[in-house]
């Protein structure tokens, strides 16, 4: 019976009374040693020393302990090995942020955008009413463009200065951007659901899909949530103090915002909440694992809608 | 470590650096960070009276590391030790990694505590381990890597949030049954961790 150890100075195989049988060492280059742990160098050294006829114990050696064999002591062993684990952690944690990281922040991007469009706009017709408050117009975009264009007829407003227009103008051009800095997030976000999350795409459009892959952190930890959680994302007040309070559970959280559901009747809209969510949760499966879209799950929600709208 | 007005704090390790926005103040020629008892469950129950022995060169387990913010006063009061810490969100975790590299006794590990041999390539045996997962299952984690990792008269030191447990339940029961399940472990001292924290028991273990 041999014991193993796997460590950043290589991987080693422990006899009775501590003796060494095998060895395979790794550079003392904390980039490529990294590299070696991050592979499957270990699992290849492994096979190869069951072909070699040794009888392999459960579970790992001591790292640290293991390398006294080959003459490293405790110092260097913590020196080097935090310095391989970093750039493990690098190699790791790259591998783990997946694109559906940047649809995360894509939709919190335009959330962040319309708040901040929201609050320029009140500012502005304010500043702008100053000097033309007969000014009706309720289209935002259209406002701006109406400060731009600075026609007025009579008005009890207060004159501007060709500098004080520079100011007010200067803003509605900024916002003006902004609106069209939105409309390029909102096309970019539809092309990268459609890559990344197709069959969540089809069923919830691109931006409710998003959302969800928000508030569950990512589409891996979506994909891994049943459609009874799925059902109540974005209400986890509501559902904690349905179980601590036992008021009543929520029956839907974000997917409230999908037309299907807050078009439908109150008597069906439960239901349908959670057909959808169990649609979703097997959407969100298939876009970590197939990747493709899945027509049949798309017509069997159509289907169930009709079901339970008769 | 020592008292600041009502805080603790510790000396800085490294000369300026504030690590999550704590105050640096100057005292004797030294320069120490105020360990900020609501940011920090070891704080919070040092804060309570809780008696831990940190020994400067000691090599502990740190599960649940986030991004470092009690580790980095851990770091501070351990300078010839090594903190290994663990945890699985990478957000969290490039955040202590990027800490790791300004302090020379931080390790990042990215792994879930629930596979402990997932990381025995690194960690050896240690003098402690530290456990803040916030997880229903935590008292199982932590003896799965108290049986792997820690050794005999080593201690543990757990935080537990009875709601991340079971939010109905009541919290004294939790933590009733949370001791009945690490009962192979010597109970050391425990405290609830009110006003800093709510609902939460911090429990130092001996092995
Ligand atoms: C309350 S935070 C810890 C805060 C940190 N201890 C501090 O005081 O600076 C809980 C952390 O546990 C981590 N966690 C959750 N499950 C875990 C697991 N299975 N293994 C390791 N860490 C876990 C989470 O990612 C999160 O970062």
Redesign the pocket.
Known sequence: MVKLAKTSFGFFAIAMQNQLVDAHELPRDAKKAAQALAGDDFDKWVSGLAKKGYDVEDGLFDPMKAVELIGVKEKEYLRFSRLVEIELAKILIKAAIGRDYLIIQTVDGLDDLNKSINIMINRLREWYGLHFPELKEEDHEKYLKRIIADKRGESMGIELSGGDKDAVQRMAKMILEMYKARAGLEFYLEKLMEEIAPNLTALAGANLGARLIGRAGSLKKLSEMPGSTIQVLGAERALFKHLRKGTPPPKHGVIFQHPEINRAQRAIRGRLARSLAAKLALASRTDKYAGKLNKDLIASWKRRLKEVKQ | MMKIGRDLATENLVKGQSV?GERLVRKRGKEFRVWEAK?????AALQKGMKIPFKDDAKIL???????????HISDLTPKGMIFG????PR??RDFLLLSETRSNLVPIF?????PEKYRHIVPDVDMI?Q????P??SQ?LMKNVNMYLKKGGLAFV?I?SRSIDVTANPNKIFSEFKHAVKGLELIQEKRLEPFEKDHMALLLKK
């Open positions: 999550y940011r920090s469950k070891v704080g740190y599960l649940g590391v986030a991004s470092g913010t009690t580790a980095s663990v945890d699985p969100a969290v975790l792994a879930d505590a629930n596979r530290i803040d997962v916030a997880q299952n935590q984690i935080a949030k």
